[in-house]
């Protein structure tokens, strides 16, 4: 009995251990089941992302500061454009060499070329084409999957509301966002241009602007809160009054108008308007007949001419005047000098016709003296 008892513990013992090791065989396979299928979903997960990210547009400000960092401040940009991450700009300097090398270690520019140089008398004007390099962030490799599925989950996820969220929006509202942040930052809309491409409807404007007041509004259009989609952009400076001129293009994400719809039961739901209202929208309003000119104003009577009064008489060779000589003063005026017996007095008397008192040459060289209103002819 003692042995056949043991050999049956003995059994138990080797079943038991057998089973634990089954049970942890499956367990291993499942764990390594489970990893190949979060890696193989991880995998899928991380190429949508990749797509994703390539037919998204980057912010144009955030490429325009990568370019812009290696720009110098002795560097004036007459054009700059910028297409997705490509980027090219004309401009002028003192170094188009140096500048070429700061664009080399420039981490964020992928490619950088300068097309031409011209050098004139210590001012180069140039021309560089280049890329920025896409920013794209992934988890580590290393780190857990289920982080990773997470990270992926979430991204994909929120390209695709965001996607949902800008073709619902009428154009409209699309317009007026954009109208509303550049008139906040002070830029002057000049037109606007809508186009539909194989990205659905796009629209171009063209807009006046300083350029602080330029960029702002970049930065703010690029913002997440608001992310308005520039899908291109071309700039042109005008140094002498300080102040730029753009064309960007904004991809609204608005798909193509599809066919088919609800049918209307009537057609006077939409044409509920007589042809007389409906004449309104054509015709120009008639101007305002113009206002009838004013009566002619009387013409005011001539007035008689006043002859002037006669000049006094002339008293010719009076005893009490006596012809002295002439004098002159510094500022050019003659003088004639006359003794006045009847006063004792030397009276200097001037050659200027504009006074009330003045003398001037007769005939025969005598003097004609006009003093205190009456007229006297004095020999010489």
Do not use: H
């Not at 038991?16 to 499942?30: C, I, Y």
């Amino acid at each position: 009995m003692g042995i056949a008892a043991g050999l049956w513990r003995y059994r138990e013992l080797k079943n038991s251990e057998s089973a634990a090791e089954r049970l942890l065989a499956r367990q291993r396979e499942e764990m390594i089941r489970d990893r190949q299928e979060k890696t193989a979903y991880i995998q899928q997960l991380r190429e949508t992302y990749r797509q994703n990210n390539q037919t998204a547009i980057p912010s144009a400000f955030d490429v325009c500061r990568a370019v812009l960092s290696s720009v110098d401040n002795r560097t004036k940009i007459e054009n700059f454009s910028l297409a997705g991450y490509d980027f090219q700009f004309d401009a002028r300097g003192v170094d188009a060499i140096a500048l070429l090398s700061r664009f080399e270690r420039n981490e964020a520019v992928a490619a950088i070329r300068l097309n031409r140089a011209v050098m004139d008398g210590g001012i180069d004007t140039f021309s560089f084409i280049g890329t920025v390099k896409p920013i794209l962030a992934f988890p580590g490799e290393d780190s857990p999957l289920e982080e990773q599925i997470g990270f992926y989950e979430k991204e994909n996820s929120r390209f695709l509301e965001v996607k949902e969220i800008k073709a619902s929006r009428p154009p409209s509202a699309y317009s007026q966002e954009i109208m509303k942040l550049l008139t906040g930052k002070n830029c002057a809309v000049q037109s606007i241009q809508y186009y539909v491409s194989e990205y659905g409807l796009e629209i171009d404007y063209t807009v006046r602007a300083a350029s602080a007041g330029f960029f702002n509004f970049l930065q703010a259009a690029s913002g997440e809160a608001l992310r308005l989609d520039i899908a291109s952009l071309r700039v042109r400076s005008f140094f002498d009054s300080g102040s730029l001129s753009a064309v960007l293009r904004f991809r609204t994400g608005i798909p193509l108008a599809g066919e088919g719809g609800a049918y209307l039961s009537s057609p006077f739901e939409i044409t509920g308007l007589t042809p007389g209202e409906m004449s309104v929208y054509f015709d120009m309003p008639r101007p305002p007949p113009p206002p009838l000119p004013p009566p002619p104003a009387a013409e005011p009577e001539e007035a008689e001419e006043v002859p002037p009064p006669p000049e006094p008489a002339m008293m010719r060779s009076p005893s009490f005047l006596s012809f002295i000589g002439t004098a002159g003063s510094p500022d050019g005026t003659s003088y004639a000098l006359v003794k006045d017996s009847r006063s004792g007095r030397v009276l200097k008397i001037p050659f200027d016709p504009s006074r009330d008192n003045y003398v001037r040459y007769g005939e025969g060289g005598s003097l004609e003296i006009t003093l205190d209103g009456a007229r006297y002819e004095v020999s010489r």
